[in-house]
């Protein structure tokens, strides 16, 4: 018996390596448009800039302060892939020990972890994964995954009467709230996931007083509340602090708020996109089997009284579920396939627990039936023929089977006038490379930031993208709108101006025809620069001698 549980132990191991190993030649593809935006203000942290003050980004400072130690670590593009495989493998290793602490049924964990590698498959979506990779959902399902573990890992001390187990529990709970913090540092709306590490901290035992639970609760929060103050204190030294609220929260919410004509649209939104997601996506649809089987088995347990693994225990995941879906709603409407990423994981893991209390469960013969179904299911929904495409075109780059240029132009042709084109964008940097020197400040005006990135010149203006400015975001505001862009122009007097033709419609004029089309602008320009040529997307104006 011991024999057997062993092989099948060493088959698991190899089964999730071997699903890791399918991502691998991944490494080779380029950095996505958003990537690059972390990458941008990344740089400029190293540099010694600050963000919002001197390179205006959306996000909170968490993906930021990430892609600087990434690219401090490995300056190159392959680090957005490898970053993402990494954070995959560290996940799917805390699938498999939350699987092993939330429920008592052997092989849930090691179930979660091998549904979330195989469906959660950045290939599965447009141009082999490239716009989903590395994004701030990815790490904020790890930083939730390790900081539901410290929440267990605290009851379980906080069970043991001495004193000594008492303070290490409260130990572990403001490291968990700290995980939160952290991740809401990465999106403020991952605050939500408070909830499920909340309900899994403050579950009362046996003899537990009020006033224990409300130091427990107060520890959870004093641990949340450390991460956000270094930020604020950090944000507040630079005098960046007005500018970290305008990007962050009002940018945002102006941003999420054009999604929803009402609230009510929103509460319709959440009800809704759960099941339309499921159609669409594997783990949605075995996830939400599994929350509804976990839910049911909770409320039974909870009807019955039972503790240990019953109640709140088989409710952590369908609760995370949740907390994923409100994360998702409160981004907006636009269904942008990066806002679903933070929902694998608890998918998964109530995928995992609610198999391995099925399959025991089970007849053979209804056991077959099932599996049969949903596996029909899932191929019926999947798309694994994309996924091996997209992987054999990465190894055949990897094998040098096929060249740079060649490779980059399944990510967008350069003269295709696809709004991002990897080919487009690396001539891009390459030409600014050439042409001007690593002290210049060029203005790229549009969404194309990785020819920043990739030729290692810093932005005449800290809106190196354009969107902020096209919609007039707080142009009343010194240093915001078309006067705050001219200002910062006439300081660094760029020796190149870079205008993309196509990046922001339908949802608004493309860069290059704001810049000419709007009167400040276009003087500003006319009067200071000449016609360079086009360069694929984009036009080049040179500064007159």
Request: glycine residues 8%; proline residues 5%.
């Amino acid at each position: 018996m011991a024999a057997r549980s062993n092989r099948t132990a060493l088959l698991a191991w190899l089964l999730l390596a071997g699903l890791l190993a399918i991502r691998i030649p991944s490494l080779v593809q380029p950095a996505g448009a958003d990537q690059a935006l972390y990458a941008y203000v990344g740089q400029r942290i190293l540099a010694g800039d600050v963000p919002y003050r001197d390179a205006w980004d959306q996000k909170p400072p968490a993906i930021h302060v990430t892609y600087a130690a990434l690219i401090a670590l490995w300056p190159h593009e392959s680090v957005v892939a490898g970053a993402d495989l990494v954070v995959a493998a560290l996940t799917a290793l805390s699938l498999i020990a939350l699987g092993r602490r939330l429920s008592p049924y052997p092989g849930a964990g090691t179930a979660a972890a091998a549904l979330f590698l195989l469906l959660a498959n950045p290939a599965f979506g447009r141009l082999g994964g490239v716009r989903v990779r590395a994004q701030c959902e990815v790490f904020i399902a790890l930083a939730i995954a390790a900081s539901l573990l410290s929440a267990w890992k605290a009851t379980m001390l906080r069970r043991g009467r001495e004193a000594r187990a008492d303070s290490a529990g409260r130990g572990w709970l403001v490291t968990a709230g700290a995980l939160v913090g952290i991740a809401a540092l990465f999106k403020y709306n991952a605050v939500v996931y408070g909830i499920p590490v909340a309900a899994l901290a403050l579950r009362r035992a046996d003899g537990t007083s009020r006033l224990e639970l409300s130091k427990d609760a107060g520890a959870l929060i004093a641990g949340a509340i450390v991460p956000v103050g270094v930020m604020l204190s950090w944000m507040a030294g630079a005098g960046a602090l007005k500018d970290l609220v305008y990007a962050t929260i009002d940018y945002n919410l102006l941003y999420s708020g054009e999604t929803y004509p009402s609230r009510a649209a929103m509460l319709l939104y959440l009800m809704t996109f759960p099941i339309r997601q499921a159609r669409l996506d594997s783990l949605w649809f075995l996830g939400g089997l599994g929350s509804a089987v976990l839910i049911a088995m909770g409320l039974w347990s909870f009807r019955r009284r039972e503790t240990g693994a019953g109640g709140t225990l088989l409710l952590v995941a369908p609760l995370w579920v949740a907390a994923a879906c409100l994360a998702i709603a409160i981004n907006g409407s636009r269904g942008l396939p990066q806002y679903f990423l933070q929902a694998n994981a608890p998918l998964a893991l109530a995928a995992g627990i609610a198999a391995a209390w099925c399959w025991p469960r089970m007849r053979p013969l209804w056991r077959t039936l099932t599996a049969g179904l949903l596996a029909i299911a899932v191929l019926r929904i999947a798309n694994f023929e994309k996924v091996a495409d997209a992987t054999a075109y990465d190894l055949a780059h990897m094998r040098g089977e096929i060249s740079r240029r060649q490779y980059l132009s399944r990510f967008g042709r350069a003269d295709s006038g696809d709004k991002y084109s990897a080919e487009a964008v690396a001539d891009l940097a390459s030409y600014l490379r050439e042409h001007t020197r690593p002290t210049d400040r060029s203005l790229v005006f549009g969404f194309s930031p990785w020819s920043l990135v990739g030729s290692g010149r810093a932005s005449a203006s800290r809106f190196f993208w354009s969107r902020p400015v096209i919609i007039g975001f707080k142009d009343d505001e010194n240093g915001y709108g078309v006067a705050g862009l001219i200002g910062e122009l006439d300081r660094h007097q760029p020796p190149l101006i870079v205008l993309q033709e196509r990046d922001w419609d339908p949802d608004g004029p493309n860069s290059a025809d704001f810049f000419l089309t709007d009167k400040q602008l276009a003087t500003w320009l006319q009067e200071r620069y000449e016609s360079a040529g086009r360069l694929h997307n984009f036009q080049l104006w040179r500064r007159r001698p």
